[in-house]
């Protein structure tokens, strides 16, 4: 009669041991569940990239290659991950391999104006504004500010005096970004 309730003590232990507590009172992290499906690699990096997590939205991007392959999708988020690192060589390199999977994509054109214009190509940037402003058939602020604010400078740099201009890059959106002039 001890040896059947001792046992029974013991298949309740480890079946307490085994269960996935996740209240407040379990230090532990719970484990995976074996049901559950992963959540795709690109809302994950779009939810880092959010959070200006850019790193780990790199290797979240990074994944979604691995399932899906380097899409133009995949590429543009990597691309601005790496922007917003400040790494703009390869931030530029990735947008336009991107661009040249899916040359329609405004959001895409508008990402590597931005990449230009903080590397000082103001011109070419204006020429990429405007090819996005374009493809989005104007209906993007973000990217008509974009424009404007990249052919005020290209004016000013051939025609104005020599004066120093402060702008910083605002994020807008999952993975577009904004030119703004810092009031000072």
């Known amino acids: 009669m001890i040896r059947p ?38 809302v994950v990096g779009h939810r880092l990239m959010a959070a200006g997590e850019y790193d780990l939205a790199i290797d979240a991007f990074s994944r979604a290659a691995l399932e899906q392959g380097m899409s133009a999708e995949v590429l543009a988020g990597l691309g601005s991950a790496h922007l917003g690192l400040g790494q703009l060589g390869t931030a530029e390199r990735m947008l336009r391999d ?9 959001e895409i054109w508008n990402n590597l104006g931005v990449v230009l214009m903080e590397k000082g190509k103001t011109a070419e940037a204006a020429q990429v504004f405007q090819r996005a402003y374009a493809f ?31 702008y910083k890059l605002v994020r807008r959106g999952s993975s577009d970004y904004l030119i703004r002039r810092v009031s000072g």
Do not use: H, W
């Open 5 to 42: 309730a001792a046992f029974t003590a013991f298949c309740i232990v480890l079946a307490a041991c085994n269960s996935q507590d996740i209240s407040r009172d379990n230090p532990y992290a719970p484990g995976i569940s074996q049901k559950g499906e992963a959540v795709d690699g690109m």
């Open 98 to 106: 991107a661009i040249e999977r899916d040359e329609d994509a405004p």
């Open 136 to 166: 989005d058939n104007g209906e993007s602020d973000a990217i008509r500010d974009n424009l404007r604010l990249a052919l005020e400078k290209s004016e000013k740099s051939y025609y104005g005096e020599a004066q120093e201009q402060d």
